[in-house]
């Protein structure tokens, strides 16, 4: 008897190649006009072990790169070509860290860098605000600040960073004390001290 022919393999819906939710095969078109299909098998390497295949169940589940092998067998045991399909597999999504360039007192803007880690070289997105970004933003004032990474699989990762560092009011109602008002002082007077009295700042303090 001839074996089985494999002529479409249905895959469940990816995200520019990629797939973030349990892979699944959805339909398989075979052919086999004497003793007919018994059942499909897959394995995900070249040399890998053949495992019964299931219509609608999952078949990858750990992030990577695969090579999905499926093949037919009928029910005088004649087994069908191989059908391959590259699968690439991330339901992990992009690792986010956001460094600011001081944590320290500063009166100046605050640059953040984003710093992005992916499988498998995906490209990916940052969006901040709505808007996409690249791997800095530059913050003027305290706040949370959050971003967005999107990988080619589609999942998102959103992280955030609390910045409270920055100072750009000066202090007020600071006085000196030790002279007189509107007096005028030769410098080489002895016995004038001077030292502030009072002054405010509500954020790094004077």
């Given at each position: 008897y001839a074996a089985p022919v494999i002529t479409n393999v249905t895959l469940s819906d990816s995200n520019n190649g990629w797939y973030n939710e349990a892979y699944m095969v959805t339909a398989i078109d075979a052919v086999d006009a004497n003793s007919g299909i018994a059942r499909y098998e897959y394995r995900t390497s070249e040399n890998g072990t053949w495992n019964v295949l299931n219509i609608n169940s999952t078949l990858i589940n750990v992030p990577g790169v695969y090579s999905l092998y499926i093949r037919a067998i009928d029910n005088c045991g004649n087994i069908s070509n191989e059908y391959v399909r590259t699968i690439k597999y991330d339901a992990i999504g992009a690792s986010v860290t956001l460094v600011p360039n001081t944590t320290d007192w500063t009166n100046?803007?605050?640059?953040?860098?984003?710093n992005v880690s992916v499988l498998y070289n995906q490209?990916?997105?940052i969006t901040h605000l709505g808007s996409e970004v690249g791997n800095t933003i530059t913050v003027s004032e305290n706040g949370t600040y959050e971003v967005v990474v999107v990988t080619e699989s589609g999942v998102e990762v959103t992280k955030s960073i609390v910045i409270s560092n920055i100072d750009k009011v000066s202090p007020v109602n600071v006085a000196l004390s030790g002279v007189e008002n509107e007096k005028v002082y030769s410098i080489d007077e002895n016995g004038i001290e001077l030292s502030f009295v009072?002054?405010?700042?509500?954020n790094s303090g004077i």
């Open positions: 100046k803007d605050v640059v953040i860098s984003i490209a990916y997105t009072g002054g405010e700042d509500a």
